[in-house]
């Protein structure tokens, strides 16, 4: 089958590899000039950043792609495990290194936050159990389909329904758990990894957690940008075709089946499957000018989106590791602001991943790329110009006064995103880093399906459909569109 992918974010990149596996014919056009959408990068004064996500975990999945291609994943790429997890700053000057491994974890807890050893290990005990109970279904299948739920994953499913929290939020369950408001806003935080609030998003996603206190963290060799040049290269040497600055100008249907694409230039390319690994919003909106859309899905609430300052700075922090975070003193607070308000607060999470601590060639000497981000809301036209400075000020005084050195005459380079361009960047309708939010204990049903309903031969991966943002969700995307794919249209 001839299979036309638009986007080369990793979700298509993936799809592409297991669809060449897999025998088809697999072009793939890409607006941009670089493959990777999110997961990209960029040099500036001597400086390399990558663009984009900067958390590598469950490299399984990567590994993967490799096996199923039959090639040695050790000519493309490689990781090493992390022994650090994080640092954690408060604005009281309390500070916590997170070391790797369950047991170190909740040791370190009750050393440095007054936890009980034994509850902490029973909460990411738990963690697991809902990860290990819930992912075979939510992740790894589509929801869309009715053999999912004969499938023989889906009793052990039910059977951890009690446990799995629908009907409290995290922050209650991480709340009745943990004595420390400190360790509560520690384990809230990760309600952040699929763009939510911890006080809206259903307590199931405790589980979170467990992909990295109970499997661990990992840097891929060269930065996070390896992950795309790697796969990209497999892919290739698949005879898979990638058209860089080629954008998409309309999805050709006919008789309620796609046959092709029309590009920008005008130049129509026919082919038996269409799937767009484009935000689905903007796939409806540009791409299906004519076709009849689920608004009801579309009008979903979306995912928090970023402010993220690229700043070289010149000196080095001893105190600081690869993945940083800040905390606000008041966390209620800013999840209301953003999803409620739809602005900044005042005293932000600052998040800081440094990769020229493990990607030593990343900066000079002496010197450290520092990819500090803040959670956003999405663009709903506000005075982002008069935001970014007022966020920029916060920032500075903030680390400046926890790490008590003065940041701002250290910064040497500094590059800018905002919600505004990683819409037009990736065409994530406004700016959402994760398609739709989880606020809703029914999220993970509501999301658009791997595959039309009303149109055949027409599908969808990547982080706005099911199962979700972030780069292992992304991958599980490509394997779930690709088995759909494969099933409907066996060689």
């Not at 000020?393 to 910064?411: A, F, Q």
Request: proline share 4%.
């Amino acid at each position: 089958m001839k299979v036309t992918l638009i986007g080369a974010g990793i979700a298509g990149i993936a799809s592409s590899i297991r669809l060449a596996v897999a025998g088809h014919d697999v072009t793939v056009y890409e607006a941009n000039s670089y493959p990777g959408g999110k997961l990209s990068q960029f040099e500036q004064d001597g400086y390399r950043f990558d663009a984009g996500p900067s958390l590598f975990t469950m490299p399984e999945y990567i590994e993967s792609l490799f096996a199923l291609a039959q090639r040695d994943m050790s000519d493309y790429f490689s990781y090493r495990e992390m022994d650090t997890l994080c640092h954690y700053y408060w604005n009281d000057q309390t500070y916590y290194k997170m070391p790797s491994g369950r047991s170190a974890i909740a040791q370190s807890l009750a050393d440095t936050l007054g936890e009980s050893v034994d509850v902490v290990t029973q909460y990411l005990e738990t963690s697991e159990v809902k990860y290990e109970a819930t992912a075979p279904i939510f992740l790894g299948q589509s929801l869309h389909q009715a053999k999912t739920y004969l499938s023989q994953e889906m009793l052990p499913a039910l059977r951890a329904i009690p446990r799995l929290g629908l009907f409290d939020s995290l922050h209650r369950i991480n709340a009745k758990t943990f004595s420390n408001p400190k360790t509560v806003q520690l384990f809230d935080r990760f309600a952040t990894y699929n763009g939510s609030s911890p006080y809206q998003t259903p307590g199931i996603m405790s589980m979170i957690p467990h992909l990295e206190m109970g499997i661990g963290t990992y840097f891929p060799t060269g930065g996070m940008i390896s992950i795309t040049e790697s796969l990209v290269s497999l892919a290739k040497d698949l005879g898979v075709t990638y058209n860089l600055n080629t954008p998409v100008k309309e999805i050709v249907i006919e008789n309620n089946k796609a046959k092709g694409i029309v590009l920008q230039d005008g130049k129509q390319i026919n082919s038996d499957i269409v799937l767009s690994n484009m935000d689905v919003f903007s796939t409806y909106h540009h791409l299906l000018p004519h076709q009849p859309r689920p608004e009801k899905i579309l009008k979903q609430e979306r995912s928090s989106s970023a402010l993220i300052f690229y700043w070289g700075i010149k000196n080095e922090f001893k105190n600081l590791g690869l993945h940083n975070i800040f905390f606000a003193d008041d966390y209620a607070q800013e999840f209301d602001t953003i999803f409620d308000k739809k602005t900044i607060v005042n005293d932000p999470t600052v998040y800081i991943h440094i990769s020229s601590k493990e990607n030593h060639s990343d900066a000079a000497d002496g010197c450290e790329n520092w990819f500090t981000m803040i959670n956003t809301p999405g663009d709903f036209g506000q005075d982002w110009d008069s935001l970014i400075a007022t966020a920029r000020s916060n920032i500075i005084t903030k680390l400046s006064t926890i790490l008590g050195e003065e940041i701002g005459p250290l910064i040497q380079s500094e590059g800018i995103l905002d919600p505004r361009l990683i819409q037009s960047k990736t065409q994530s309708h406004r700016g959402a880093l994760y398609g739709t939010s989880s606020n809703n204990r029914y999220a993970a049903f509501l999301r658009h399906a791997n595959f039309s309903k009303q149109l055949k031969n027409l599908y969808f991966c990547g982080g706005s459909v099911h199962p979700g943002g972030g780069i292992p969700l992304c991958l599980q995307s490509a394997k779930i569109v690709t088995d759909i794919i494969n099933a409907n249209h066996s060689r």
